[in-house]
Structure formats: C-alpha cells, structure tokens
C-alpha cells in the first residue's frame, strides 16, 4: 500500500474537507498545544513528536480527542455553533404575517380553500398552467439563461446577473454578489415557471422587489405535489438535518423519486407544540 494510499485510509471525510467542524478543530488543537505543553517539562523532543502526532490526526481524522463533534453539538451554545456552521437555510421570509402571501395566492386564483375551508389547495386551473410551464423549462435545458427573468423590471442588466450550481444547490448572483440561493434544481425550475405564471396573472407583480418574489415563490412551493426534475411525487415532512457542527429541525418537502429538496425551512419542535 502506498503513502497516499494509508493516508486516504486514515482520513475521515465526514469530519474533514468541506465537512470540517471547526469548533472541533479549535478545541482539540488547544489540547494539542496544553498536553504537548506538559510534555515538554519533562522531555521537549517528546513534546514535538506529541505535537506533531496530534497536529497531523487532527487533520486527517478532524478530531484528536474521540467524540469531540458529539461533545461539541451537545455542550456548545448555538449561537456559537451557527457561526461556524456550512449547512445554510434559505432566509426565513421578511414578511411577518403568512396571510400577506395566501392574500396573494388567492388573489392570483393559485390556491382556493378546500377541506371544508380548513386548508388551501392548489387551484386546478393554476397546477396545469404551473405544470406546463416546469415541463417547458425542463426540456429547454436554459435554466443559467432563465433566472434574469427574476429580476426584469428591478433596473439591473440582465449581463449583471448569472447562476451558478454547486452540487444540486443553485444559487444567483449579481456580479460577485450572491442575491439567492435554491435547495435544488427542482424548487428553481419550480420558481422560474411560477414567476412567469404570476407575471401574467397580476400586475403588480413587476413592481415587487426581488425579495418579495421570492418569498411568494418560495412559500408555493408548499404546494408543490409533483417534482419539477424527476416527476414523481413529493412529500412533506419533519426531519433532522446534521450539518458540520450542529443538528437543525426543519420542515422539508422531498422528491420521493429522486430526493431533490424543493423546500426547507428550520422550525422549533417545542414552539410548535406549545402552539
């Protein structure tokens, strides 16, 4: 076995790389550094050996002392966490009152009341029309073209802005700025086809401002019952989402075909209980 080879065997790609959970690495380097510390009063050749070793399993396994990441969701504020971590959830919606958006969606005939008034659907008239539209841009292929439409009527040059994917994420840039950002290509496709269904369904929707767009279409995607990518369908659901340093509750709606996110949003289990 070669060196590269025992060394790609030693490390521990869910705690290194992109993975790295960096409290983890402070913390653990700060041992290094105390017990190669105590080391040296007796022996300073030791200590360096001592410090070497530690530096070096640090970065191939992403810990020194074992169960560090564990000890580290569990005793560390989440305050502190959320600065260090790399798992990002699209921004919660600006806008307090969810009935600003219904209002909308109802006022553009995209949801009506169902279940005896209880909940609300999505129009039949509306899903075909949203549909059709998905099924367009799907087959077309030009989703880096598309996303200038998000932001036609805001005053900013179409050659300004461009996508860029990273994985099954997208995300929107205007020039070096990142503006927004998409759990999938499945929930982009699904805002692309609505944002072009909305434009011709009211007229002020050019006169709303990015933000404001994409809070309305990010909150239909809710309403989402077949995946814009694989076609099948989609479920909603609680789950647990295990980022590099912390564990985030979040309500997320999944393709059941090919598991594209097409929304995702964190929520309190205690807070929904208690209402």
Known sequence: MSLSER???????????????VPCTAVNLVIAVV????????????????FVASIAAIYLRGY?????????????????LKLFDKH?????????????????????DAVEECRNGT????TDEFREAWYDRIETLRERGDEDDSVAVLFDGLDIDSDRVRIQSHGDAYEAYIDDTRVGQ????AAYLADIA??????????AWPRLGFDERTEILGALRLWLEECPVCEEPVTLGEETVESCCRSIDVIAATCEGCGARVFEAQFSPGAMAAG
């Open 88 to 108: 990002e959830l699209p921004d919660p919606p600006a806008i307090e009152d969810d009935a600003d958006i219904e209002a909308f969606l109802l006022e553009v």
């Open 119 to 122: 909940d609300l659907c999505l």
């Open 194 to 203: 609505a944002e072009e269904e909305f434009r011709e369904r009211h007229s």
């Open 7 to 21: 060394v790609h065997h030693l490390r521990q790609p869910e705690y290194t790389g992109e993975n790295r959970c």
């Open 64 to 80: 020194l002392v074992p169960g560090t990441p564990t000890l580290t969701k569990r005793y560390f504020p989440d305050s502190v």
């Open 182 to 185: 998409w759990e999938s290509r």
């Open 35 to 50: 017990v190669s510390g105590l080391v040296a009063v007796v022996s300073p050749p030791i200590a360096v050996l001592v």
